[in-house]
């Protein structure tokens, strides 16, 4: 874990950050070498522009569950291009191509996260249910009827038309030959820092999309490592992702006080997977006291 110690003191001895700025710097590559694996994180203050962290920030990771979220704003997309309406109906069905041979396979309900939906196979359910489940409930299956639906070249393109450029959806989860392959979905700290901003930030004011995912994002059912250590005022609009020894959370924390920042929290080779995620959602609250003592500073002045 030494890379991290090398790392901080390059920052420190380059930069021009303030005491308080060096100091969460600190705590967070401390807390970092206590465990093992390899982690990204990205933190911006969406009020102040200068308060930010960054960490292995372009390093692709694995995406995990968070690639659910461009296929959120994907369909958010298409749906405001007439394609469809969220609230148009589709047959559940629990039958997919492997991208890497065209072969067929299908969902376990045992290994999904939302179990619920398989008794709904062969009957109707709206997009917008699907696409609710997939977010607060990580379904799989839910997950890749949308997949196939809208396209992942669409949403890969959708991606990039946000900056999002080293984001890439290939396909959908539990594809174990494209997986054994190395055909996987990637992403970014740095990207989904952009794809959540592209959320949580109006260009002129918020749009009603903007409103409805932020809404969705908010009824988040897994909260291990974001909101874990924070006080029950402050809301968390995010998705997480695991799969073996990779743990992710990504998204905006809003405070009481109206203030909001972006936070993602990638892990990968993590040789104790609890260990791993009780070290981020420590993080996560580093940040937020940080921002809570700048906001005092502030009113102080």
């Known amino acids: 874990m030494k890379y991290y110690r090398y790392l901080l003191i390059s920052i420190l001895l380059f930069s021009c950050k303030s005491e308080q700025k060096k100091s969460l710097d600190l705590k967070i590559i401390n807390l970092l070498e206590q465990v093992e694996g390899d982690f990204a994180i990205a933190f911006q203050d969406l009020n102040r522009e200068e ?27 298409q749906a405001s291009q007439g394609k469809f309406s969220l609230n148009d109906s589709i047959l559940v069905k629990n039958k997919f191509k492997s991208i890497a041979d065209d072969t067929s396979y299908e969902m376990n309900a045992a290994e999904d996260s939302e179990p619920l939906l398989y008794n709904r196979i062969g009957k109707q359910i709206t997009l917008f249910d699907l696409m609710y489940q997939m977010i607060i409930m990580s379904s799989n299956l839910a997950t890749n009827i949308l997949v196939k639906e809208i396209g992942c070249k669409n949403i890969t393109a959708s991606m990039k038309r946000l900056g999002a450029y080293d984001t890439e959806v290939l396909r959908g989860v539990e594809d174990q030959k494209a997986y054994d392959l190395g055909l996987n979905n990637v992403t970014t700290a740095k990207d989904l820092m952009t794809i959540f901003k592209s959320i949580a930030v109006p260009s002129v004011e918020i749009t009603e999309d903007q409103m409805a995912m932020i809404n969705v994002l908010k009824d988040q059912k897994f909260n291990d490592i974001i909101p874990r250590f924070l006080p029950n005022d402050v809301e968390v609009a995010h998705k997480t992702g695991s799969i073996t020894a990779l743990h992710h959370d990504a998204g905006i924390v809003y405070l009481p006080n109206g203030e909001s920042y972006v936070l993602i929290l990638l892990s990968k080779n993590l040789k104790d997977f609890d260990q791993g995620t009780f070290t981020l959602a420590k993080i996560s609250k580093l940040i937020y006291d940080h921002v809570i003592a700048l906001q005092v500073q502030t009113n102080n002045h």
């Open 51 to 77: 308060n930010n962290f960054f960490l292995n920030e372009h390093e692709k990771f694995h995406a995990a569950s968070t690639m659910k979220v461009p296929v959120m704003i994907e369909m958010y997309n």
